[in-house]
């Protein structure tokens, strides 16, 4: 499977990949909307090619992910791994890779959507928060589960000591659902993930 990364900052979950050797064979192109990221410079130093795709001024949403669209098929990309990629996609970009764009999220979905997860889950003070690795749809953070991993909210925590308790799951579990579907081990019925293991 020819897997495209996009990213638009430091890339630990990027790292995550790389550091999978099954993966790492994989990963065909990472795609940054920022020049100079160190998500970037990981995929260079793993000798995976990189390309910046910045957005020219006034662009509209579509025409971006037009451009973006050509360059991942370009790659012939079969799955599009969302790693920290700070662009909501726009429905069109969306429909091309139906069920085969898959995104990392700091909450158990459909808690806490959107930015800031980590600081809502505090504000709502849950026992419990954790991650979400989900297929993207039209939605913000709304597609199907695939796999979530719980993390416990300790009442000490501040929004930087729960993200990294969380950062360290996400690094676990995003390996694990790209290594699923590469196998073909995952089937979407309806809105419902089913996992053959």
Known sequence: MKIGVLVSGRGSNLQALIDSSRIK????????????????????????????LEA???????????????????????LVVL?????????????????????????????????????????????????TVHFVDEGCDTGSVILQKEVPVKPDDTVETLSARILIEEHKLLPKVVDLLARNKVKVIGRKVEIEE
């Open 25 to 52: 064979k994989m990963l065909a192109v990472v795609i940054s909307n920022k020049p100079g990221v160190l998500a970037l410079e990981r995929a260079q130093k793993a000798g995976i090619p990189v390309e910046v």
């Open 56 to 78: 020219n001024k006034g662009e509209k949403r579509e025409a971006y992910d037009q451009r973006l669209a050509s360059l991942l098929q370009r790659y012939q990309i079969e």
């Open 83 to 131: 790693a920290g990629f700070m662009r909501v996609l726009s429905p069109s970009f969306v429909s091309l890779f139906k069920n085969r764009i898959i995104n990392i999220h700091p909450s158990l979905l459909p808690s806490f959507p959107g930015l800031e997860a980590q600081k809502q889950a505090l504000e709502a003070g849950v026992s419990t928060s954790g991650c």
